[in-house]
């Protein structure tokens, strides 16, 4: 181990350690014995090992050789490097009296920062605690025990593990990191939360408060049963199961179904939707109207009733006779059988034809019209009539339009249909099989296109919001001059209604005359 030189003396120390260092030029007094010798000779012990330090080899502490010890004091032989001949490593008795005696490094007559009490030189590590300098001087480099670095007494924070007595020591303040600021390792249950792997710390072992035992927060399917938190927890996050997600008892209504217990569970109590209040699916024959699903739902199996199969409402059509309603139901919506669209017989007068026995059948009594009360034609036609007004729109006559399109469909068959009107009284027309097909297009909306008959072509489509006849061959919608176009329910606010043997846009007014017959 190094020590210190007189470099690491104060300054102001100095002239006193050269006034008492040996070897310096300094006067000697020397006195004699008891004998005594001649003045100024050279005077010299008889008796060795006196201790007198006259230098005559008698363990005086001079250097002799003779003893062998190698401590500097060839009287004393003990091998201590002070001259008290003891051996124990205690300064001699000369120590501390101010003045650096053989086989002292320094002596100040007290110890002081930089002269221990053995009057050797203060170095931290040589084993002598000096009181002034050091707060510990264990004689070793080991930072590991009491006594630490620069001779300072060990203590927590200051890096240094004291072994025995530390479990780490990190030196910094942070409590939640590897090493708490006490010096002792982090563990679960200390009460501090050691980050990055600890969620909690308590420092309790309840194991039912918000954090468990092994240090991690109590949530639902840990196991643990949270009081006051949870009412069931298995362990697990089966939603299926008698404890699910919740972590309170599985009850219908809680919106997870239980498995092998609840059919659905949706979470409300709802009886009309998919899943009823009693968690059961909703089905046909429940009793419960499932909304948009069920017109009804009676809970029976009987088809005659105003609640037939798959809980629809009985209606004509439905292929089940409604008892104390209807007469007939045949399943369809065929109005030319015998069982038409009223679920009533079909009969003469009922307004359908019946296929093979009517020829038509317009739903009155009146005998003189196009047909007869025995539902026979009678040759006359089923006329629309209507009296436009220029710059106008034809909505005035739409519904008259619609009415005679209606008309066309009680009737079978045609042979002629016809176009006129005020501009032409004479109009145009079409006879034979042609004309039934316009005219049973016009009854059904439907799209007929170039149909020649007698020299023109007809048409039969749709023009805006309604259906629109002409004999012209152009096609529909189109603004001919001249032209037979009949258009009524174009649109509201548009005066293009149509027109006879003229403007067939924006026409002037004029009365216009459809006959089917």
């Given amino acids: 181990m190094t020590r210190l030189g007189l470099s690491h003396v104060p300054l102001l120390l100095v002239p006193l350690l050269l006034c008492a260092c040996p070897g310096s030029d300094v006067v000697v007094v020397e006195t004699t014995a008891a004998t005594g010798t001649s003045a100024g000779g050279s005077e010299s012990e008889t008796s060795a090992g006196d201790g007198d330090g006259d230098g005559d080899g008698d363990g005086d ?121 006490d010096c002792t390792a982090p563990s679960c249950g200390d009460g501090v939360v050691w980050d990055g792997n600890e969620e909690c710390d308590d420092q309790n072992d309840i194991d039912t408060d918000a954090c468990l035992n092994n240090c991690t927060s109590a949530s639902c399917g840990d196991g643990v049963l949270w009081e006051g938190v949870e009412l069931c927890d298995d362990g697990n996050l089966d939603d299926n199961d008698a404890c699910p997600g919740s972590c309170a008892p599985a009850v219908c209504g809680d919106g997870y179904v239980l498995a092998n217990d609840e059919q659905c569970d949706d979470g409300n109590d709802v009886d009309t939707d998919a899943c009823k209040s009693d968690c059961t699916d909703a089905v046909c024959g429940d ?80 005998d003189d019209d196009f047909c007869a009360n025995d539902c026979t034609t009678t040759g006359n036609g089923l006329v629309f009539f209507g009296d436009f007004t220029g710059g106008e729109d034809g909505e005035a006559y739409c519904g008259d339009w619609q009415l005679f399109r209606q008309q066309l469909q009680q009737v079978q068959n045609f042979s002629f249909v016809s176009i006129s009107g005020s501009n032409d009284p004479q109009g145009v027309s079409c006879n034979g099989p042609a004309a039934d097909t316009i005219c049973q297009a016009l009854a059904d909306g439907q799209e007929v296109s170039g149909v020649a008959c007698d020299g023109r072509t007809w048409n039969v489509g749709t023009c805006g919001a309604g259906i629109e006849l002409n004999a012209q061959g152009n096609g529909d919608c189109a603004c001919t001059d001249p032209g037979y176009t009949v258009r009524p329910c174009i649109n509201n606010n548009n005066p293009n209604w149509g027109g006879v043997n003229g403007l067939t846009c924006n026409a002037p007014s004029q009365t216009i005359e459809v006959v089917c017959g």
Avoid: R
Avoid at 132 to 139: L, Q, T, Y
Avoid at 156 to 178: K, L, M, N
Avoid at 306 to 316: I, L, P
Avoid at 348 to 358: H, T
């Fill in 61 to 181: 502490g001079d250097g002799d050789p003779a003893t062998g010890d190698g401590d500097g004091d060839p009287a004393t032989g003990d091998g201590d490097g002070d001259m008290s001949g003891d051996g124990d490593g205690e300064p001699g008795e000369l120590c501390g009296n101010g003045i650096v005696d053989p086989g002292e490094e320094c002596d100040v007559g007290e110890e002081t920062a930089f002269c221990d009490g053995d009057c050797s030189y203060s170095v931290c590590g040589d084993g002598w605690w000096n009181m002034v300098s050091e707060e510990c001087d264990d004689g070793n480099a080991a930072d590991d025990d009491g006594c630490v670095g620069s001779c300072e007494a060990a203590v927590c924070g200051d890096q240094h593990v004291y072994v025995g007595v530390e479990d780490c020591d990190d030196g910094d303040d942070d409590d939640t990191d590897d090493c708490k600021n």
């Fill in 287 to 366: 009793g419960i109207v499932w909304q948009g699903v069920e017109d009804c739902d009676d809970q029976n199996g009987d088809n005659s009733d105003a609640c037939v199969a798959g809980c629809e409402a009985a209606s004509c059509g439905d292929g089940f006779l409604h008892q104390g309603v209807e007469t007939c139901d045949d399943g369809n919506s065929d109005n030319t059988d015998a069982c038409p669209g009223s679920c009533e017989p079909a009969t003469c007068g009922d307004g359908y034809i019946q296929l093979g026995v009517e020829d038509c059948d317009d739903g009155n009594d009146i």
